[in-house]
Each structure stands twice: as C-alpha cells, then as structure tokens.
C-alpha cells in the first residue's frame, strides 16, 4: 500500500434521514442537506503506516478546527506570536504531535473552509433549508465527523486498521462522548428500537468498515470489545461533557477558594471573576489571541500553504471559486460579521458570491440550533461514563480557564448521578503517578449499572494533568507540556493494534 501523504480537501456529505432525540428528549425524524466537510491530513513523521491516527477537532458548536489546533501548537507549523519579534507568521513547531501520530483535523459543518451545497445556490429558500435543526443537533453533528473519519480512512487504505485517538477541544468533548457510542455499537444505531439515536446508512458504513478491518479474524461477531482495540482513546482538551450541569455550577461557583483559578487570580492580585481588563492583566484573553492571528494567516495563500506542509491552497479542489459548484455559507450577506476574503485571497482564488465564504471562524447562525438543555446534555454525559468503561482517556485541567473550569467536571457528573445513578463518586487525585511533572488523576466510581453492565464498585481513571499558565486552548498557552503529557500517556495506553 502507499505511505501516506499530506493532504487536504473535502468529503461530500450526501443527505441523510435520520431520527434523533430533540432538546426535549423526543424523537424527531428529520433530512440533512448535502455538506462539503474542510479536512486536511499530515502523515506521522515515523512509520505513518503503523502510527496511530489523531482525529483532531474544535468545537463551537460550529466552530473553526482549522483555524485554532491545526493553527497552533500540533502540526508541523503553528501560528504561535514570537514574543521578542511580535512575528506571527507560521513558524516550525518544536512539539509538533506529527512525532506522535499522523494528524487528521476536521472542520464541522459550515464552519472553518466547510460549506453547504444546494442545486441552485442562488434561492434564498434553498440556502435556509442548510440552517435548521435537522442539520445543526448534537446527534447529526457527531455522524457528521464519524463519516468523514470513516472515508478519510478509506481513502488512505495503508492507515484504515490502525488505531485511532479522538482529539476534542471544549464542545469537542461533547462531540466525541456522541460519537463514540455510534461508532463502539454500529449495530443498535441502525435497529428503529433504538430509543436516541437511529442512521441505518451510517450504521452500514461503520460495519462496512469494520469488515475490513478484522477481514482477517475470521465470522467473528462485531463487538464492543473488538471495536475499541482502534476506536479506544480519547483526548479532551478543557471539554465540555454535561455543559447544562457544567455551567450551571460555574455561575454559581465561579470563584471557588478551591479552584485553581480563583487561586491563580489571587495569587496575581486580580479580583474574581476577572473582568476583561482583569484577563488582559492574566494574558488569557483568549480570542484576541487566537482570532486576531489566525483569520489573517489563513486568508493570506502563502502562510496557508506552510500551515498545509507545502500543499497550494489553489490546488484543492472544492476550495476556489470554479470547483465549488453549488456552495453557499449564508442565507443572507453579512459582511460585517462575516468579512469578503481579501484580494491577497481572491487573486488566487476567484471572488464569491455575497452569500458564499472562504472561511469562517465562528458561525453563529449555525450556533442556536444546538439547543442546550439540561436533560439533553446529561444524556452526552450519561454516554461519556458509558465511554470511559471502555475508552482510556486523557483531560486537561488548565489552571485558568473560565471558560470550563475544570473541577466542576465532577460535580457535574454527581448531578447526573442524582437524577440517573451511574456514579457514587468523582474525586481529583493531584499526587498521582508519582513521580512525574504535573501529576493528576480523575477518579470515576461506578454503582451498580446493568445497562453498562458494570458492578459496583468498579473504577476508572483519567489522566487529569495541570496546566498552571493556560487559558481554555493548552495548545495556545502550554503545548510543550501538554505534548509530554500526551506523549507519556500514549505510551502507556497505545501499545494495541487492531
């Protein structure tokens, strides 16, 4: 087979029927419209063939991946501001994760370069039919990225067995925690009994792929147990896991004395909440940070060819103005929150027409239609203690961030707890392992589940380490830490194949 090669472009996504539980936890049968989904590909610098697969994203919802981890701090280029120069142009990463794995990072749909496709672009009704729940829920968006991840590694059969690590950053965590279960139990997802989640298309594809997989292991039944040899790890970058429950504790415990950032904040002499002058003062302004940087580069060719390995943005198919036929980004123009690319862009590129976008960061048309309810997000973290039984997993605890803050991930959990019993205790161990720089575990304690099949009694744990220095984004703040953290923690976990 060939070694695999850097890459980018799109995966067409035809349209779907499908059934999904609404925010008021009923079921709704809805009809996706067809999507053109932005991927790019580097392969690991070592052996790509018998590397892992990082499947790498952003959350938002509808947010940018390309414009934040693939900009900073993973690839083998990041866009990370030289302190003594101001200079933020790409640059060579020294904790590139293409040391560690072959990275593929995935923007959602109409977000980042990914866009919507209808038969004549040019009808207003036709481009509102892209903006609707039907498009926009946390179930549809999960099948979204399992169906890319499955025909990106189709089209590279050297890397389709290998083992895959989900990366997710904040709405990420929930992302994955939905994903998961669709892709560990492809067979319930396509039964019409099933009461959450039925995609009997997707449910085929997934044991399509699996098929040839395990091609060689003989009429063995598919299961869970088989599935999470490549399907077994998941890194969660200040996650996002019940965000109703998460949120709601935050407001009314923001400043905590036992929170590491209310500490930090007292520590640097900056009252709690901080206010904006009170981040700038932190250095944790976050999207002055991010956004301010990253649009520019990526709107500039020759710095988004760097940040593609070399791969002239020009040469994408799907991307310029005369390969993407039936494209559209907005129902209707709005160049002040959604600026036209600039001529450096559209030289290259050709000039779109005012309801079409080369990129957007942040799509917040797109946004309300993830309607966040409380008995809907305790069902993604239902899932996630469903996940972790089976799944090792990785979360990042930055010191700094109050975007999520990380200890109330376990006081959330305790209220799921008191409305479904699943866990009878979340706690934080910050001695363990030993010996290493920045200790920390999670430490889940289960009661007896028969739907999981668990006891009670039985534990699972998560590596929780800390990031003293870092805001929301650790690639942004820490990426030589965390790249140790998950270094060592792959070495631990990842010595299977499927």
Known sequence: MPTPTTAAGFIDLESI??????????????????????????????????????????????????????????????????PSTQDSSPKPNPYNWAKLANLLYIDSRQAGFSYGIAADPTNQSQRSLGYSQDNFNF?????????????????????????????????????????LPMLLDPVS???????????????QEIQNHFATVFKNEGNVPLSRARIVRQFGWQIL??????????????????????????????????????????????????????????????MTPASFQKLLGGIDPATIAGLNSSTRSGAYRLI????????????????????????????IEQNNVAYPYFQITSSL??????????NLLDVHTFITRAALDFIIIPEVIPKSFMAIDA?????????????????????????????????FGVAAGTTRTVRFPTYINSAHPVTVYQPAEFFADMSAFLAETLPVTP
């Open 17 to 82: 029927t499908y059934t999904y539980t609404s925010p008021s936890l009923s079921r709704v049968t809805a009809t996706s419209t067809p999507t053109r989904i932005f991927y790019s590909f580097i392969p690991a610098i070592n052996n790509p063939k018998d590397s892992p697969v990082f499947v790498i994203f952003n959350g938002g919802p509808a947010g940018s991946t390309t414009g934040v981890l693939f900009s900073f701090g993973t690839g083998p280029m990041t866009l990370h501001v030289d």
């Open 139 to 179: 179930f549809g968006d999960a099948a979204d990225f399992a169906r890319v991840i499955l025909r990106v590694l189709k089209s590279q059969p050297a890397l389709q067995n290998n083992p895959v690590v989900i990366v997710g950053e904040s709405y990420g965590g929930m992302r994955t925690s939905m994903m």
């Open 189 to 203: 997802i396509g039964q019409s009994t099933q009461p959450y989640f039925v995609d009997t298309a997707l449910s």
């Open 237 to 298: 970058i200040q996650p996002g896991l019940d965000f109703s429950d998460q949120y709601a504790i935050q407001n009314s415990t923001a400043c905590d004395p036992s929170y590491l950032s209310t500490q930090r904040m007292q520590a640097m002499g900056i009252p709690c909440p901080p206010t904006t002058a009170g981040q700038a003062q932190a250095g944790i302004l976050t999207n002055a940070r991010i956004d301010g940087t990253s649009t520019p580069a990526l």
């Open 332 to 359: 209707t123009d709005d160049s002040s929150s959604y600026p036209y690319a600039p001529s450096s862009w559209t030289t290259t590129q050709g000039i779109l027409p005012t309801y079409d976008r080369y990129y």
């Open 377 to 386: 997000t305790q069902l993604i973290g239902w899932y996630f203690l469903q």
């Open 419 to 451: 409305t479904t019993p699943v866990v009878s205790s979340v706690t934080i161990d910050d001695t363990e392992p030993a010996g290493v720089d920045r200790p920390g575990e999670m430490i889940f304690t289960y009661r007896d589940v028969p739907s």
